[in-house]
Antibody, heavy 121, light 107 residues
Framework: EVQLLESGGDLVQPGGSLRLSCAGSGFIFSSYAMSWVRQAPGKGLEWVSTISGGSGSPYYADSVKGRFTISRDNSKNTLHLQMSSLRAEDTAVYYC??????????????WGQGTLVIVSS | DIQMTQSPSSVSASVGDRVTITCRASQAISGWLAWYQQKPGKAPKLLIYAASSLQIGVPSRFSGSGSGTDFSLTISSLQPEDFATYYCQQAYTFPRTFGQGTKVEVK
């Protein structure tokens, strides 16, 4: 059974930094691209970033480019999202998601339960 | 960026009803479309990928169709557990983009 467990969500001040993590199990972690998708309170889904199974060139939404960095440690089956220069509009539940292939040029097929990030003073 | 527009934004329906949700892409995306279901406080769940392929474990009352710019998700006979919000997403190119969501509510 595929399981994705996010951690690291917290209350952080504007301009601050935070690192999210996601532990994957139940599948060969290194064989699949991984993504982050977020959802602001009461709003729809927004794709944030995707990284290939082999940690090739990541993709970012324009709204986070230059501020967020996606990375993975395949030896520990873990995905990370380093977030800096956080803004109020980054407040959201952040979902870790598994893609259906290694390249990331396919669909998200499993989602974690999410971790809440609140950016506020 | 490719804009995804869903309609309607919400629909009121009864158990047993046939419900159809549409999704329009701002440019052609071939069949690179997925549908997700999300219940309050829960993570989204993949229902349909490649426009019309049913994800493993998803009931056959869900079906998808379309290609190019126009797509639809149909629930043939609405069940109590189907009241939720549904999102389309294009997987044709980055950045990935979602529709704004369609909430299926109890009539």
């Amino acid at each position: 059974e595929v399981q994705l467990l996010e951690s690291g969500g917290d209350l952080v001040q504007p301009g601050g930094s935070l690192r999210l993590s996601c532990a994957g199990s139940g599948f060969i972690f290194s064989s699949y691209a991984m993504s982050w998708v977020r959802q602001a309170p009461g709003k729809g889904l927004e794709w944030v970033s995707t990284i290939s199974g082999g940690s090739g060139s990541p993709y970012y939404a324009d709204s986070v480019k230059g501020r967020f960095t996606i990375s993975r440690d395949n030896s520990k089956n873990t995905l990370h999202l380093q977030m800096s220069s956080l803004r109020a509009e980054d407040t959201a539940v952040y979902y870790c998601a598994k893609n259906s292939d290694s390249s990331g040029k396919n669909y998200v097929d499993y989602w974690g339960q999410g971790t809440l990030v609140i950016v506020s003073s | 960026d490719i804009q995804m527009t869903q309609s309607p934004s919400s629909v009121s329906a009864s158990v047993g009803d046939r419900v159809t949700i549409t999704c329009r892409a701002s440019q052609a995306i071939s069949g690179w479309l997925a549908w997700y279901q999300q219940k309050p406080g829960k993570a989204p769940k993949l229902l349909i990928y490649a426009a019309s392929s049913l994800q493993i474990g998803v009931p056959s009352r869900f079906s998808g169709s379309g290609s190019g710019t126009d797509f639809s998700l149909t629930i043939s006979s609405l069940q109590p557990e189907d009241f939720a919000t549904y999102y389309c997403q294009q997987a044709y190119t980055f950045p990935r983009t979602f529709g704004q969501g369609t909430k299926v509510e109890v009539k």
